[in-house]
């Protein structure tokens, strides 16, 4: 489907993406990594912006770049502000869906639908520039779905969107996925795409870091400590609790308020950790974890 076979890309003596194989099959897949990882450069190889400084890549068997045939095939939502200000958000997806080759008697059906599924139905007929910045989202998601395309790449999509537009966006994509289409996401945060696909890709300095599923890569944290921390007025008693438990390594009092807790296996800690809430009547203020999150994963693989 997309192939890249040691891709690299050179921004004069700056490199963008460095010696990348990797490929792209049908389904959601994540491109994850921190800001300037090379995640933007790959997208706009894959979608003929960018043409490869060394290496191959294709894109159902053919050269993506400056590619006309393979462009009504692809749907693209970019990072940027890719938008007309003076039109309304329904003259802005109406001239995408033109350019893709839409025929003129489906594109007013086609464009309506495609505002509908993306839920800018009453905003549609309002002016881009007085757009919030999820709407403008949602509306640059129009545009990239209305010709039904069959890959579908989406560079930082969630970035604006409220925690109900975030879900609703993923429920899109997922069902896009569903049809057999091939859905690449970018992000820098790993707990946002978490819930939309196990599949990820994890790019670190122009450099294709890991790829698979998330669950083996996130395997590779768990064999180093894992650490939770939890708010509770009743910190000190909470902390004596945890400490009795098999698999906590260590508990530490960060503040009068604040556990931290250290464990090899946080499968069973966080299985574990309802209960003894609920048996000793604990209240949690807060739950969060230091090491779940996108750079500590990157930290740790580095490190290993």
């Given at each position: 489907?997309?192939s890249l076979s040691?891709?690299?890309?050179w921004?004069?003596?700056v490199?963008g993406?460095n010696?990348v194989?990797?490929?792209?099959?049908?389904?959601?897949?994540a491109?994850?990594g921190?800001?300037?990882?090379?995640k933007?450069?790959m997208?706009?190889?894959?979608?003929?912006q960018?043409?490869?400084?060394?290496?191959?890549?294709?894109?159902?068997?053919?050269r993506?770049?400056?590619?006309?045939r393979?462009?009504?095939?692809?749907?693209?939502?970019?990072?940027t502000?890719?938008?007309?200000?003076?039109l309304?958000g329904?003259?802005?997806v109406?001239m995408?869906?033109?350019?893709a080759g839409?025929?003129?008697?489906?594109?007013?059906?086609?464009t309506?639908?495609?505002i509908e599924?993306?839920?800018?139905?009453?905003n549609?007929?309002?002016?881009?520039?007085?757009?919030?910045k999820?709407?403008?989202q949602r509306?640059?998601?129009?545009q990239?779905?209305?010709?039904?395309p069959?890959i579908?790449?989406?560079?930082?999509p969630?970035?604006?969107?409220?925690p109900?537009?975030?879900?609703?966006?993923?429920a899109?994509?997922?069902?896009?996925?569903?049809?057999?289409?091939?859905?690449?996401?970018?992000?820098?945060?790993l707990?946002?795409?978490?819930q939309m696909?196990?599949?990820?890709?994890?790019?670190?300095?122009?450099r294709?870091l890991?790829l698979?599923?998330i669950?083996?890569?996130?395997?590779?944290?768990?064999?180093?400590p894992?650490?939770?921390a939890?708010?509770?007025?009743?910190?000190r008693?909470l902390?004596?609790?945890?400490?009795?438990?098999?698999?906590?390594?260590?508990?530490?009092?960060?503040?009068?308020?604040?556990?931290?807790?250290?464990?090899?296996t946080?499968?069973?800690?966080?299985?574990?950790?309802?209960?003894?809430?609920?048996e000793?009547g604990f209240?949690i203020?807060?739950?969060d974890s230091?090491d779940?999150?996108?750079e500590?994963?990157?930290?740790?693989?580095?490190a290993?």
């Open positions: 489907m997309i040691h891709v690299s890309r921004y004069g003596q490199i993406l010696d194989t990797c490929a792209f099959q049908p389904g959601l897949t491109l994850l921190p800001n300037g990882a090379g933007s450069t997208l706009k190889l894959i979608t003929g960018l043409r490869p400084t060394t290496g191959s890549l294709s894109v159902y068997g053919e993506p770049f400056a590619n006309p393979l462009f009504s095939r692809l749907g693209y939502v970019p990072d502000e890719g938008v007309y200000t003076e309304t329904r003259e802005f109406t995408l869906a033109a350019m839409l025929a003129g008697s489906d594109i007013d059906s086609r309506a639908e495609a599924t993306v839920g800018m139905t009453r549609a007929d309002r002016k881009i520039g007085g757009y919030s999820g709407m403008r509306i640059k998601v129009a990239a779905i209305v010709h039904d069959d579908l790449v989406l560079d930082e969630l970035n604006g969107l409220d109900v537009a975030r879900r609703e966006l993923a899109l994509l997922q069902c896009q996925a569903d049809e057999g289409k091939t859905v690449i996401v970018s992000s820098h945060i707990y946002e795409v978490e696909t196990s599949q990820i890709m994890l790019l670190h300095r122009s294709l890991a698979g599923d669950h083996e890569i996130r395997a590779l944290i768990d064999r180093h894992h650490r939770i939890i708010a509770s007025p009743q910190a008693e902390a004596k609790r945890l400490l009795d438990l098999p698999f906590v390594l260590s508990v530490r009092l960060e503040e009068a308020s604040i556990v931290e807790v250290e464990t090899r946080p499968d069973a800690f966080y299985a574990r950790f309802p209960e003894i809430v609920l000793g209240k203020a807060a739950f230091p779940n999150n996108l500590s994963v990157f930290n740790y693989l580095i290993g």
